[in-house]
């Protein structure tokens, strides 16, 4: 088997290994109860952020300015790649740092569709733009109803190889990781450190 091969042959079978792994937490989810999984998500917010759980008030919305601002989605996207490029973990959108689920209506306000819909089909635009399309298949969100507030889950896995965002504003290529409950930027030495040692097929 020729180098080429042998690549396309890897590629292939980290796709065929996420796509088994979103089905598993697909079929988890599907077999508890509303109940059950609002008392599973209350436990992980009320555990607070860590290196496998992120809280991010918002998609779209600016709440110190109190308007859209597009330069929510660059934020988001870090957090998501920081998993990727980990070990996965959930991304809450609608929740505080102070733990409270203060909802998705100021998102849903100033999406083009005014509802949950909107909110995911931005949510995709966001890694389609920031990550690549190509990684739609190691997040897994959804959107959860706590006492009358909506609030997205972003479930993500971790991939089999190092994943990027584009910073529009450099346009250069940027990487992170998860680490002290936070997500890190790694310069060019770092990440290339990192890589050498996170993945070792590469």
């Given at each position: 088997m020729e180098i080429n091969d042998?690549?396309?042959?890897?590629?292939?079978?980290?796709?065929?290994?996420?796509?088994?792994?979103?089905?598993?937490?697909?079929?988890?989810?599907?077999?508890?109860?509303?109940?059950?999984k609002n008392s599973?998500?209350?436990?992980?917010?009320?555990?607070?952020?860590?290196?496998?759980?992120?809280?991010k008030s918002s998609l779209k919305w600016d709440y110190e300015n109190?308007?859209?601002?597009?330069?929510?989605?660059?934020i988001i996207a870090r957090a998501i790649v920081s998993f990727m490029n980990s070990d996965g973990g959930k991304l809450f959108i609608g929740v505080n740092d102070d733990k409270e689920i203060i909802g998705l209506k100021n998102d849903y306000?100033?999406?083009?569709?005014?509802?949950?819909?909107?909110?995911?089909?931005y949510l995709d635009n966001v890694i389609n733009n920031?990550?690549?399309k190509e990684y739609h298949q190691y997040v897994i969100p959804s959107i959860e109803?706590?006492?009358?507030?909506?609030?997205?889950?972003?479930?993500?896995?971790?991939?089999?190889?190092?994943?990027y965002v584009t910073n529009n504003e450099t346009n250069k290529d940027e990487f992170y990781i998860r680490g002290?409950?936070?997500?890190?930027f790694l310069d060019s030495k770092e990440s290339n450190e990192y890589i050498k040692t996170h993945w070792a097929n590469i």
């Open positions: 042998y690549e396309d042959f890897l590629e292939q079978r980290r796709k065929m290994i996420a796509k088994k792994i979103k089905d598993y937490y697909f079929s988890l989810s599907s077999s508890k109860s509303d109940k059950e599973d998500y209350m436990d992980i917010i009320n555990n607070g952020e860590n290196n496998y759980t992120e809280f109190k308007r859209a601002d597009k330069k929510n989605g660059y306000k100033v999406m083009q569709n005014k509802n949950s819909d909107g909110f995911l089909l920031y990550i690549g109803n706590i006492r009358g507030k909506d609030f997205c889950v972003v479930e993500v896995l971790n991939s089999g190889t190092p994943v002290s409950a936070s997500t890190l």
